[in-house]
Structures are given as structure tokens and as C-alpha cells.
């Protein structure tokens, strides 16, 4: 049961807070997303509200988690190299991390364009100050990403 709970718990980081991050910020753009969402969030919801929203959060999580791959593993973290070991529930963890890491840059990238095709928005918020923002953000999450990747490759392969 132990193994279960962690497992996931990381299966939850990786993938739903990602994937209800980015469907929050798109839900200003789309009204069936806003639709869901106050489903979910009203007093008298019901839990298919909830597992519908739960659902396409985690599947927008899956396909933010196929760019992670291309991004992260694939270009910016080529010469870390690749994990020996797989199946490893701390070790699974540590990737989990890396994932999540990961997942929110597609998060940032998404909330960024639906920030610059609102025009509202930009009476709110002054706009030097969210592309400041987003690309702090951003950057951490990547410097966060690689390094938790590097760390798990290097504890995989000991």
C-alpha cells in the first residue's frame, strides 16, 4: 500500500497539477473549459463534474508530458545521458519531480499565449511585466527540470 500511495502521489505531480494548470489558463479563452470548471467548483457539484475535469487535466498532463520529453531529455539534457535502472520506486520519484518541472513550462508557454491574445489582459497587468514574469518562471523550471533529471540518471546508474 506504501508503494501505492507514493507512486501516486507522483503520478499526481507529474501529471494533474500541470494539467489543471494549463486547462485554468486556457479556460479564459475557451467558455467550455470555464463550463468545467465552475461545474467542479460550485457548491452543488457533483463528482462526475470533478472526474471530468480530473480526467482532461490528466490527459492535457500526458500530451504536455510528450514536449517535457522532446524538450528536456531530448535536447537540453542530451549529454546528462540515460537512467540504467527503471522500475525503482525513489528512483521513479526523482522523475517524477523532473517531470513536473517539465510540464510547467508547456503550462507557462500555454498561459503566455492565451495572455497575448486576450486583450484584456493587458489593461489589467503591464505587459513588460508578465514577459518578465513568464520568463523567470520559465527558465527556473527548466534550470529545476534538468537538474532533477540529472540527479535522477546519476542515482539510477550507481
Same mark, same amino acid.
Given at each position: 500500500?506504501?508503494?501505492? /500511495?507514493?507512486?501516486?502521489? *507522483?503520478?499526481?505531480?507529474?501529471? !494533474?497539477?500541470?494539467?489543471?494548470? /494549463? ?14 470548471? =465552475?461545474?467542479?467548483? #460550485? ?7 470533478? !472526474?471530468? !475535469? ?13 514536449? /517535457? ?14 537512467? =540504467? ?16 518541472? *517539465? ?18 489582459? #493587458? ?11 513568464? /520568463?523567470?518562471?520559465?527558465? !527556473? ?18
Amino acid at each position: 500500500m506504501e508503494n501505492f /500511495t507514493k507512486t501516486t502521489f *507522483g503520478l499526481l505531480i507529474a501529471y !494533474l497539477l500541470p494539467g489543471l494548470a /494549463t486547462l485554468f489558463a486556457l479556460s479564459y479563452d475557451i467558455q467550455p473549459l470555464q463550463d468545467l470548471f =465552475s461545474a467542479a467548483i #460550485h457548491a452543488n457539484s457533483t463528482a462526475a463534474a470533478w !472526474l471530468g !475535469l480530473i480526467l482532461v487535466a490528466l490527459f492535457v498532463g500526458l500530451i504536455q508530458n510528450t514536449f /517535457t520529453w522532446a524538450i528536456i531529455q531530448e535536447c537540453l539534457c542530451r549529454q546528462i545521458g540515460k537512467a =540504467s535502472q527503471i522500475g525503482d520506486t525513489a528512483l521513479d520519484e526523482n522523475f517524477r519531480y523532473s517531470q513536473f518541472y *517539465g510540464n510547467m513550462i508547456v503550462t507557462m508557454a500555454v498561459a503566455m499565449i492565451v495572455y497575448c491574445s486576450n486583450p484584456l489582459w #493587458h489593461t489589467i497587468v503591464e505587459p513588460w511585466r508578465v514577459w518578465i514574469t513568464f /520568463t523567470c518562471l520559465t527558465v !527556473l523550471f527548466m534550470l529545476i527540470s534538468c537538474e532533477a533529471y540529472r540527479r535522477y540518471v546519476v542515482r539510477s546508474n550507481k
